[in-house]
């Protein structure tokens, strides 16, 4: 079996693992729970293998680079990044409703990766400024950081619904959503790790940059968006520990970072830039 195929059934096992993530949240059924988590684990080993495989298969063709040059490519990294920290988030928390708002992600990065034109699944060789052993540093940095600030405009979107709902007779499912200030709290903690990724991802990209290009900062769109983004959530931080701010206005920040994030991956690529080998 190719890795196109296996990453193809895993996309589905991830619309699986959302719709018994859904009927936990919506019946009040702990088994679906369960079997979600179990349906998530079983995506994510599924998904790992088909990395590996289209790693092991580059090497195979006389490529040989890690599967993390294209949009297809980071798309498939991201998913995985999302549902690894997913995962880890459940199971320290033993709280399994943020899956019903994460899983959709992961889903749709896959689906759409699975658009991408055919040119963009195929593995091709490096283009000459990805032939870098900075490529694997930058990149899972990055992502990594992409995805924990995903989980923190998921569990805003949650501090939202459960918080505009305390003055009302709550249902079954904002029920099941955690008590605000854990949500506040564990999103602040997501902020900080991605935070952190992204800045290291930034450093590593214009060390890469300047081997590559001969410039540590080039004013690329990609790299100025970058920028922009971690001053929103360096904002954001600095609102938190210096001011104090928690609640409906961190939530907020957080939900404006993560279009900033969304702009950064995906809007810069139609733009003329350095960085416009993404997009093919």
Same mark, same amino acid.
């Given at each position: 079996?190719? /890795?196109?195929?296996?990453?193809?059934?895993? +996309?589905?096992v991830?619309?699986v693992s959302?719709?018994f993530?859904l009927m936990?949240?919506v019946m009040?059924?702990?088994?679906f729970g369960?079997?979600?988590t179990?349906? +998530?684990?079983i995506?994510?080993?599924?998904?790992?293998?088909g990395i590996?495989l289209?790693?092991i298969?580059s090497y195979?063709?006389?490529?040989g680079h890690?599967?993390?040059?294209?949009?297809y490519?980071?798309l498939?990294?991201?998913a995985?990044t999302?549902?690894?920290?997913?995962c880890?988030?459940e199971?320290? $928390?033993k709280? @399994?409703?943020i899956?019903?708002?994460?899983t959709?992600?992961?889903?749709?990065a896959?689906a759409?990766a699975? !658009?991408s034109?055919?040119?963009n699944?195929?593995?091709?060789?490096l283009?000459?400024?990805l032939?870098?052993?900075?490529l694997?540093t930058h990149?899972? +940095?990055?992502?990594?950081?992409y995805a924990?600030f995903?989980l923190?405009?998921?569990m805003s979107i #949650?501090?939202l619904? @459960?918080?505009?709902?305390?003055?009302k @007779?709550?249902?079954?499912f904002v029920?099941?959503?955690?008590?605000p200030a854990?949500? /506040?709290d564990?999103a602040y903690?997501?902020?900080v790790?991605?935070?952190?990724l992204?800045t290291?991802?930034?450093? $590593?990209?214009s060390v890469?940059a300047h081997?590559a290009w001969g410039?540590?900062?080039s004013w /690329?769109?990609k790299? $100025?968006?970058?920028l922009? $983004?971690?001053?929103?959530?360096?904002a954001?931080?600095?609102?938190? #520990?210096?001011r104090g701010?928690?609640? @409906?206005r961190l939530a907020?920040f957080s939900?404006?970072?993560?279009?900033?994030?969304l702009f +950064? !991956?995906?809007?810069v690529n139609?733009?003329?830039g350095l960085?416009?080998?993404?997009?093919?």
């Amino acid at each position: 079996m190719s /890795d196109a195929n296996i990453l193809s059934y895993v +996309t589905f096992v991830y619309l699986v693992s959302f719709l018994f993530y859904l009927m936990m949240m919506v019946m009040g059924k702990t088994s679906f729970g369960r079997i979600a988590t179990i349906v +998530t684990l079983i995506g994510l080993a599924g998904h790992t293998a088909g990395i590996l495989l289209r790693w092991i298969q580059s090497y195979r063709l006389g490529i040989g680079h890690a599967p993390l040059s294209n949009l297809y490519e980071s798309l498939i990294f991201f998913a995985w990044t999302v549902i690894l920290l997913y995962c880890l988030v459940e199971w320290r $928390t033993k709280n @399994k409703s943020i899956g019903v708002f994460i899983t959709p992600i992961a889903f749709l990065a896959m689906a759409y990766a699975s !658009y991408s034109p055919s040119i963009n699944s195929r593995i091709q060789p490096l283009v000459p400024a990805l032939q870098s052993n900075w490529l694997i540093t930058h990149v899972i +940095t990055c992502f990594f950081g992409y995805a924990a600030f995903a989980l923190a405009f998921v569990m805003s979107i #949650m501090y939202l619904i @459960k918080k505009g709902n305390e003055s009302k @007779k709550e249902n079954l499912f904002v029920k099941l959503l955690p008590r605000p200030a854990i949500l /506040d709290d564990l999103a602040y903690q997501m902020v900080v790790i991605g935070f952190l990724l992204l800045t290291l991802g930034i450093i $590593t990209g214009s060390v890469w940059a300047h081997s590559a290009w001969g410039s540590y900062w080039s004013w /690329d769109p990609k790299e $100025t968006w970058s920028l922009i $983004t971690w001053l929103v959530y360096a904002a954001m931080l600095h609102s938190r #520990m210096v001011r104090g701010w928690r609640g @409906k206005r961190l939530a907020i920040f957080s939900i404006v970072g993560f279009c900033c994030v969304l702009f +950064t !991956y995906f809007g810069v690529n139609y733009l003329a830039g350095l960085h416009s080998y993404a997009k093919t």
